[in-house]
């Protein structure tokens, strides 16, 4: 869930309290995906991944995509034991349902997300 908190202040750009983001877009789906490889801190699987992410942003609905690896912590609140992070932003939650379906994203995950990773993470969210 700190993962979660932090992507979201990242992606909004906005670090206040007050309840809604600082980039008020109602109704845009967000998709944050985090990715501990098989072969942790594996650079090659890790480079595979994000040029994953960027293709996938080409598909359609898709508003945007950031990508990174592990910006690791000594703070205890920040989980710094995965390898790559997604945040994929849709115009809509169906965007994001047409994401999830479509032929492409499905290859992605089969041919090499799958074959790479231990364990995956997702956090869908909506902003208000």
């Given at each position: ?73 000594d703070r ?53």
């Amino acid at each position: 869930m700190v993962v979660l908190m932090a992507v979201m202040f990242i992606v909004t750009g906005c670090f206040t309290t007050g309840g809604t983001s600082c980039t008020e877009k109602p109704g845009i789906a967000h998709h944050v995906v985090i990715f501990w490889l098989k072969d942790h801190g594996n650079s090659n699987d890790r480079d595979r991944i994000i040029q994953s992410a960027r293709d996938l942003a080409k598909l359609p609905g898709v508003l945007g995509v950031k990508q990174g690896i592990v910006l690791p912590s000594d703070r205890p609140v920040v989980d710094s034991s995965y390898d790559v992070a997604f945040v994929f932003s849709f115009r809509d939650k169906q965007a994001l349902s047409d994401y999830n379906v479509n032929p492409v994203h499905k290859k992605a995950v089969d041919e090499i997300i799958k074959p790479l990773v231990s364990k995956i993470q997702v956090y869908d969210f909506i902003e208000k």
